[in-house]
């Protein structure tokens, strides 16, 4: 009889027993229900303080989305090469210190719309470095085997946030004024950067590697993502996904306020009634996951929630308006689902010492999409319609599963990780490896 079958193996500690996952978890709440009630009050801003025309509008959500493209790529590289705590810890004073200085100068009579587009520029390029390092910074807090749980909890605080954010901003704009809202998202940031300093992790600094330019190892994040299968066609179905997020962005406050004639209460109740959505999806996602197997969640969630986009240029007046929400609330459940279904694989899939070049690369690839579906968005909604800008988006969301269905994806049902390659890629793996990093066990999913 074999001894060691009759020892217990010693208990995993539950996700919530990680005491710095827990501050990190704090910090996520803290700052995004600041950002949600950003994401209601700074375009009421533009739109009800400074009379912005659609295009306006469309620039504003173009400027709080063009980091990604500007700084995208360096930001993996920079990243690889230093710890990633202070970076998040930084981030969160730049951006609470940039969205602070609307209030004062709204109150001195002194705000234009070109200090809104510099604070969205500045508090998208924090952002950048943020998203990157903090997506980089979870495997250092948490075992791999908790990273699909660890992701879920993180989309369960950005979309429960979704949920009280918007209805809290509403209610603020409504009885202070939309640049006094504006303070809750600062607070926001300086709690998450207070919650973030407590985190105890041991985080080394990376070792420099010796003769390595920065666009050598910029270089070698984008052949890891583009030499991977799988990674190539998650990046290419988020980036159409994104594009057309973004078209919705741009238009939905002129299309709310100047459409439906919706006061900035009811607005905030809408998003929130929207985000449930969200956060009924990352709560399914997990089970999902294991139900029906996380790769086949990646092209099932857009191609059962994508369609109900159509409800948005169907809404109108009166009851109209739930149309709306009910077609937000569906899409976003799908978008959550497949985020964190593909977010889990990309940390599980890539070599600890590209994971700040990969998450960057692959922000560049998606969210570089977002500053021209704003633009497109405005552009379309100045000449045509807000309505019309949403019938473009509509379709678009009809078109984001089209690079999963043709991928290996569709014969898979669960998702690889870097010591298990895909039987399924393998032909195609042999064509890639050449291209990629020798630090991956193998390009292939």
């Known amino acids: 009889m074999n001894e060691k079958s009759d020892t217990p193996s010693p208990p995993r500690p539950r996700l919530l027993g990680h005491r710095d996952f827990r501050l990190l978890l704090a910090g996520a709440a803290a700052a995004q229900t600041g950002s949600q009630v950003t994401l209601v009050a700074l375009p009421l801003v533009a739109v009800l303080v400074l009379d912005a025309d659609p295009f306006q509008v469309g620039l504003l959500t173009a400027a709080e989305t063009a980091a990604f493209l500007l700084v995208g790529l360096p ?11 202070p970076v998040l810890i930084r981030a969160d004073v730049v951006r609470c210190v940039a969205v602070g200085s609307i209030p004062p100068a709204a109150a001195l009579g002194a705000l234009t719309m070109a200090q809104l587009y510099a604070v969205a520029l500045v508090t998208g390029v924090a952002t950048v470095f943020f998203d990157v390092a903090h997506q980089s910074f979870l ?3 948490l075992p791999r085997e908790h990273l699909v749980g660890g992701n879920g909890a993180l989309e369960t605080v950005r979309s429960s946030a979704q949920i009280a954010g918007p209805g809290l901003g509403g209610g603020l704009v409504q009885l202070l004024g939309a640049p006094l809202a504006i303070v809750a998202d600062a607070c926001g940031y300086l709690a998450s950067a207070l919650l973030l300093t407590r985190i105890r992790a041991e985080e080394p600094q990376p070792e420099p590697v010796a003769g390595k330019s920065l666009r050598a190892e910029v270089g070698e994040g984008v052949r890891f993502v583009l030499g991977h299968p799988l990674l190539r066609v998650i990046a290419a ?5 994104n594009l057309f997020a973004a078209v919705l962005m741009a238009v939905q406050t002129v299309f709310w306020v100047r459409v439906l004639d919706l006061p900035p209460g009811a607005i905030g109740v809408l998003l929130s009634a929207s985000a449930v959505g969200g956060l009924a ?8 996951a294991r139900g029906v197997g996380q790769a086949r969640l990646i092209w099932l969630a857009p191609v059962v929630t994508g369609p109900f986009a159509v409800l948005w240029p169907l809404a109108d007046g009166g009851l109209g308006v739930v149309l ?17 279904a593909q977010v889990s694989f990309r940390q599980s899939v890539c070599p600890p010492d590209l994971l700040g070049r990969m998450n960057a690369t692959m922000r560049f690839l998606v969210w570089g999409t977002l500053p021209l579906g704003a633009l497109a968005g405005g552009a379309v909604a100045d000449a045509a319609g807000p309505r019309t800008a949403l019938w473009l988006c509509a379709a678009g969301f009809l078109l984001v599963p089209v690079p999963l269905l043709l991928s290996p994806l569709l014969r898979m049902r669960d998702l690889p990780t870097a010591d298990a390659p895909a039987p399924e890629a393998a032909a195609e793996a042999s064509e890639t490896r050449a291209q ?6 193998s390009p292939t999913p």
Do not use: E
């Not at 930001?75 to 705590?85: H, Q, S």
């Not at 999806?281 to 999902?288: I, T, V």
């Open 139 to 141: 495997p250092t807090v």
């Open 237 to 241: 179905a988020t980036a159409v996904s």
């Open 436 to 441: 990629t990093p020798d630090t991956a066990v």
């Open 281 to 288: 999806g990352a709560l399914c996602a997990g089970p999902l």
């Open 324 to 340: 709306f929400g009910v077609g937000s609330a569906v899409v976003l459940f799908g978008a959550v689902a497949y985020n964190v």
């Open 75 to 85: 930001a993996g590289a920079w990243l690889d090469r230093m710890r990633k705590l």
